[in-house]
T-cell receptor, first 115, second 114 residues
Framework: NAGVTQTPKFRVLKTGQSMTLLCAQD?????MYWYRQDPGMGLRLIHY???????AKGEVPDGYNVSRLKKQNFLLGLESAAPSQTSVYFC??????????????FGDGTRLSIL | GENVEQHPSTLSVQEGDSAVIKCTYS??????FPWYKQELGKGPQLIID?????GEKKDQRIAVTLNKTAKHFSLHITETQPEDSAVYFC?????????????FGAGTQVVVTP
């Protein structure tokens, strides 16, 4: 069982280039999340999705777009990369929380450098 | 919104000693508090969690305590081993949040020296 898989694992971009990070989960989770991790700042939520075809903004959404065309996939796009977007990006997924708190399961991250 | 503060930012312990990490949260509506362990080059992995109707939870060498009145919760690792070296994150989720969003602390780098 693969869990949450992120591709690519590493990428170097030049300022102004675009790219898409892919997250795939095989646990039939409804909820999916994109975070960025920067030194001393923990994990900050970029965007999230509570079901196929739905997305919402998190704490730091500027400069990113997302799409959830299929339940198992959640894509994070950078239209015009900036050096401030150099970070480690993590995807997570979970069952709906409801009254029973469900934990989030994380992928191993994409390390992105913008030159 | 919720704000979570985590201390210390780094913690060095001798193998066999105990380690304690503390987190405080701001929103009294928070009701779920997970702890994650992140090893180098990996994603965070859930190690233990606690709900607001419970004061303490144990799982082998790790335990979490929750003080709702003071709005803080702590992770305790006993008999530390070198494989406990990692970054640990606390998080909180608000009751009013239907979408499962977590607010994370800044993390604690734990180093266990033999």
């Amino acid at each position: 069982n693969a869990g949450v898989t992120q591709t690519p694992k590493f990428r170097v971009l030049k300022t102004g280039q675009s790219m898409t990070l892919l997250c795939a989960q095989d646990m039939n989770h409804e909820y999916m999340y994109w975070y960025r991790q920067d030194p001393g700042m923990g994990l900050r939520l970029i965007h999230y999705s509570v079901g196929e075809g739905t997305t919402a903004k998190g704490e730091v959404p500027d400069g990113y777009n997302v799409s959830r065309l299929k339940k198992q996939n959640f894509l994070l796009g950078l239209e015009s990369a900036a050096p401030s977007q150099t970070s480690v990006y993590f995807c997570a997924s979970s069952y709906p929380t409801g009254i029973s708190n469900q934990p989030q399961h994380f992928g191993d991250g994409t390390r992105l450098s913008i030159l | 919104g919720e704000n979570v503060e985590q201390h210390p930012s780094t913690l060095s312990v001798q193998e066999g000693d105990s380690a304690v990490i503390k987190c405080t949260y701001s929103d009294s509506a928070s009701n779920y508090f997970p702890w994650y362990k992140q090893e180098l080059g990996k994603g965070p992995q859930l190690i233990i969690d606690i709900r607001s109707n419970v004061g303490e939870k144990k799982d082998q060498r790790i335990a979490v305590t929750l003080n709702k009145t003071a709005k803080h919760f702590s992770l305790h690792i006993t008999e530390t081993q070198p494989e406990d070296s990692a970054v640990y994150f606390c998080a909180a989720r608000m009751t009013t949040d239907s979408w499962g969003k977590l607010q994370f602390g800044a993390g604690t780098q734990v180093v266990v020296t033999p």
